[in-house]
């Protein structure tokens, strides 16, 4: 939590004074935050691996679909996807002090879990964003973590991104998290982590009407990359 605080305030608010003399607003933030990331496992002493990263076109944009099983999963994603990426995040966290600023800057996506109309909305308002100025989206489809590890079942409203923007999703799996800090946990078990990168799915195969089969291709993805190694 230390480390989570003072590593957003630092490259938060450099991030936001850069963004001032740029003209594509929220790359620098962009590069902020993998900084953010790779810092606060450094600083926790966690180490971290990637593998499946040559299944991407680094140049490109994705939808990056994954497991959520602990509070590490985020710093993790930003760390170790070389991409620009911003989250699909509740809205909640929208009122935290410099964090919430910071997001908002950056066009993170806000929705809110409670209003399904409200963040219907916002979804759509953010599919034109992606399409004008193309970046990467980190986005855990259960809506929130696990209580127990296990991979609940995905929502589609996230995922419809992929349809209107014509960004390919990749499923991605994040292991280790759980084990290193359970839901509502203040006790850290530190071990190695892991992000399983697969390959793109592509949204030419489905439509509005298959969406829930989409949904359930991609769990199953991450559920196979989840089950590698064990």
Partial sequence: MFNAAVWTAVFGLFGIAASFFESNKGRTLGHCARLWGKYILFFTGVKYSVKGLNNLDTDSCYIFAGNHASGF????????????????????????????????????????????????????????????????????????????????????????????????????????????????????????????????????????DSRMKLAEDVRSQVIKLLDQGT
């Fill in 73 to 208: 999963d985020i710093p993790l994603a930003f760390a170790g996807l070389p991409f620009w990426l911003i989250s699909v995040a509740k809205i909640e966290l929208k009122s935290i002090f410099i964090l919430g600023w910071v997001m908002t800057t950056a066009g993170h996506i806000f929705v809110d879990r409670r209003k399904s109309e409200s963040a219907l909305a916002s979804l759509e308002k953010s599919k034109m964003s992606l399409i004008n100025n193309p970046r990467s989206v980190l986005l855990f489809p259960e809506g929130t973590r696990s209580d127990d590890g296990s991979i609940k079942k995905f929502k589609t409203g996230g995922l419809m991104l992929s349809l209107d923007t014509k960004i390919p999703i990749v499923p991605v799996a994040y292991k280790g998290t759980f084990e290193m800090l359970k839901k509502d946990s203040w006790s850290v078990s530190n071990h190695p982590l892991e992000i399983c990168i697969g390959k793109p799915i592509y949204p030419e195969k489905y439509s509005a």
